[in-house]
C-alpha cells in the first residue's frame, strides 16, 4: 500500500500542547463519525470550524472525540444555542497523555 504523506498531513488542524492554553474561536459545530474503537463500535466527534486561533485568523478544523473535553464544550455550545449566538470563543488547556488526558475549556471573551 502507498500513502499520499502530503495529503494526510496537508490541510489546517489544531495541536494543543500540554500545559499550553488555546484560544479559539469556534463556529459550526456538528456530530461526526470519525473512527472506530478497540472494540469496533463507531465512535462520534464534536467538530469545530476554528475562524480564530490564538489572536490570529485561521481555517481549520478542532474535533473532540474525549468524553470530559465533549462535557466540557456542552455547555458552552447550549449557552451560546440558546442566546442565538453562531460562534464561541474558548481558551483550552490540555495535560496528561492517553486515557489520562485532561481538558480545561473555559468560555472567553473574543
Known sequence: MS????DVTSGSYIKLVNGTPKKMGLRNWRV?????????????GLTFDVFHEDGRETESEWTI??????EKM?????????????DVFVQV?????GKKTVYEIVEVEA
Not at 488547556?93 to 497523555?97: N, Y
Request: glycine letters at 10%.
Open 74 to 86: 456542552r455547555p458552552v455550545c447550549e449557552k451560546a444555542e440558546a442566546e442565538g449566538r453562531a
Open 93 to 97: 488547556t490540555r495535560a496528561g497523555e
Open 32 to 44: 461526526q463519525d470519525k473512527f472506530k474503537d478497540d472494540n469496533g463500535n463507531l465512535k462520534k
Open 3 to 6: 500513502v499520499d504523506w502530503d
Open 65 to 70: 472525540t474525549a468524553r470530559g473535553a465533549l
